[in-house]
């Protein structure tokens, strides 16, 4: 991917160009400032993190500060989770005294912080080649546009969400957009593959980035064997733990997806309906939380076309264009490689792993954490394309010289009717932002009264050695500190052919189980059979329940403490 034009790339700056050096930094520390701000100030007072799955992060990394190794319980060898990276960087937090769901939430912030500056350089970087390719002159246009769509990752109410979620997601995004910065810039050996490598390891499905840019090379014809290493090299920095869980687990990927395919929480296959259903579930989300982002979205495809028809008609006139697949590869933008990973991405979720239902809104894009960024990126770059592109084109044909010290005024008319469309969508994710940290309090005070109330009861009215079967284990197992039986299959994979029967009974009394926690919104009995044993097996009693008043947006509705009485 290499830019049309380095001496006035905005990443590289000439020498008299000090100006343009110092505003591409306070730049970046702006987006990095007001990202991190934000974050900070929208979690800050929150009773607890807002979704369950973090605290199976958290209770892992505290087993592991404490040097109790990879498990759940105490003693018992589980990989359960998704992403090895993260756990192993809460547990060194975790041995060093820092409490890990603190540091998850404060992580996912910083992380998202440094993400917002990365967005910032795509753009901006993009912005410039394609300034180049249509022979504007570059000024500070390409920085102004890069920190708009910085902000917009920022000003983000679900990427804010997200971040302090203390899910693995933000440093996902994180570790993805450095590599697609530093492969743009043609640094194909070493930094690019090592922050591939992790984000691999933070999550498997990086391994779709992987994918797009090792098509990028190939579809370019690059056979040289150093553009090549830095792919090579992420493999090799992932590929031992991979290794490492099939080894010990027989899953080469982690199980929790097998646990959640088997409770049928999520499905896979080549089902086009199913397929559709997934990305019409996305699609109606974005439009009632993220209408802005989709609004841009669409002006953006529509700024790309028009570019595109723009850059058609300058080539029938004779100018120079990029006629060859090859040219046209090797000067992709960053920004398209972020778009096109992150549709790729999706595509990966919705063929292997894709919800059924939406049990869990307001963090559907948990999964789809580089789609918000990589709309921005993608949209700041094509309006501004399209604006150099139609302006020089029209200069071309009235036989006009641009300037050259101020560029085309039509194209300089054209960049700031651009910069006020997307500062328009700007202030639409400002105004959503009081909703969004409304919608994260309430999610984080449901766990706290009913996952965390259910927990803390567990801790002094249940007996040290007892041991509790739930679907939802997170805030469970880090509060109470009980023996948890996992109904959802992600720390003990063997329950998995009882999920596929519906029918768990047996699995229960072979595990010595003592009480059964159920969730009664997303049907935890359905997923599980727990009580097509009841009366045969087992008896159940009731013995407390914990209800938490709607609305309700994530999360079961009430759990529903059972004391189990195996029949003898």
């Not at 500060?65 to 060898?77: K, S, T, V």
């Not at 019409?280 to 700024?303: F, S």
């Amino acid at each position: 991917m290499t830019p049309a034009s380095e001496s006035n790339s905005p990443d590289r700056p000439a020498g008299k160009d000090k100006k343009i050096l110092f505003l591409d930094w306070t730049l970046i520390s702006i987006c990095f400032g007001i990202s991190l701000g934000l974050s900070l100030a929208f979690a800050r007072g929150a009773p607890g993190l807002p979704v369950d799955d973090a605290y199976i992060h958290s209770r892992f990394a505290s087993n592991l500060g404490e040097g109790l190794g990879f498990c759940f319980n105490p003693g018992e060898f589980s990989l359960g989770f998704s992403s090895p990276l993260w756990v192993a960087l809460l547990g060194v937090l975790s041995a060093i005294g820092v409490d890990p769901v603190e540091a998850a939430r404060i992580g996912g912030e910083i992380f998202l912080a440094v993400s917002a500056a990365l967005v910032y350089k795509i753009a901006a970087r993009s912005v410039a080649m394609k300034m180049a390719k249509a022979k504007a002159v570059i000024n500070v246009w390409p920085l102004v546009m890069g920190a708009l769509a910085g902000l917009g990752v920022a000003l983000s109410g679900n990427m804010l969400w997200l971040a302090g979620s203390g899910m693995e997601s933000a440093m996902f995004l994180c570790l993805g957009a450095a590599s697609i910065l530093l492969f743009s810039r043609g640094r194909y050996l070493i930094a690019p593959g090592i922050f591939l490598g992790l984000m691999i390891l933070v999550r498997p499905t990086g391994g779709g980035l992987l994918i797009v840019l090792a098509a990028i090379l190939f579809l370019a014809g690059e056979r040289s064997w150093k553009a090549w290493m830095g792919l090579g090299l992420s493999i090799i920095i992932a590929a031992p733990w991979y290794l490492y869980s099939f080894a010990r687990t027989g899953y080469l990927l982690p199980p929790t997806r097998a646990g959640k395919l088997a409770s049928d929480i999520f499905n896979s296959g080549p089902s086009p309906q199913a397929i559709l259903r997934f990305a019409e579930q996305h699609v109606i989300y974005l439009w009632t939380d993220e209408r802005g982002v989709i609004l841009l979205g669409l002006v953006g495809v529509v700024a790309a076309l028009a570019a595109l028809f723009a850059s058609k008609v300058k080539n029938k006139d004779g100018e120079a264009g990029e006629s060859a697949l090859m040219n046209r590869l090797t000067r992709v933008t960053p920004a398209g490689v972020f778009m096109t990973w992150a549709l790729f991405h999706f595509l990966l979720h919705a063929l292997f792993f894709r919800s059924a239902s939406a049990v869990t809104p307001y963090h559907y894009l948990r999964y789809q954490i580089a789609l918000i960024p990589a709309i921005w990126a993608f949209s700041v770059t094509a309006m501004a394309w399209a604006g150099v592109s139609i302006t020089s084109g029209l200069a071309q044909r009235a036989k006009e010289k641009p300037s050259a010290r101020g560029g085309l005024s039509p194209a300089n008319f054209a960049l700031t009717t651009a910069a006020l469309i997307i500062i328009g969508a700007l202030a639409m994710e400002l105004l959503f932002l009081g909703a969004w940290r409304q919608k994260y309090f309430r999610n984080a005070d449901q766990l706290k009264k009913e996952h965390r109330a259910a927990a803390e009861w567990a801790r002094v009215f249940t007996g040290e050695g007892e041991s509790i079967a739930c679907l939802d284990i997170g805030c469970l197992g880090y509060y109470s500190r009980r023996r948890i039986i996992d109904l959802g299959g992600l720390t003990d994979p063997t329950i998995i052919p009882y999920l596929d029967k519906r029918r768990t009974g047996p699995y229960l009394l072979a595990k010595k189980t003592d009480y059964y926690f159920e969730m009664t919104r997303h049907g935890s009995e359905w997923l599980t059979g727990v009580m097509a044993d009841n009366g045969k097996l087992y008896n159940l009693s009731l013995v407390n329940q914990f209800d938490y008043p709607p609305p309700f947006t994530i999360h079961s509705l009430t759990i529903k403490a059972y004391k189990i009485r195996e029949i003898q």
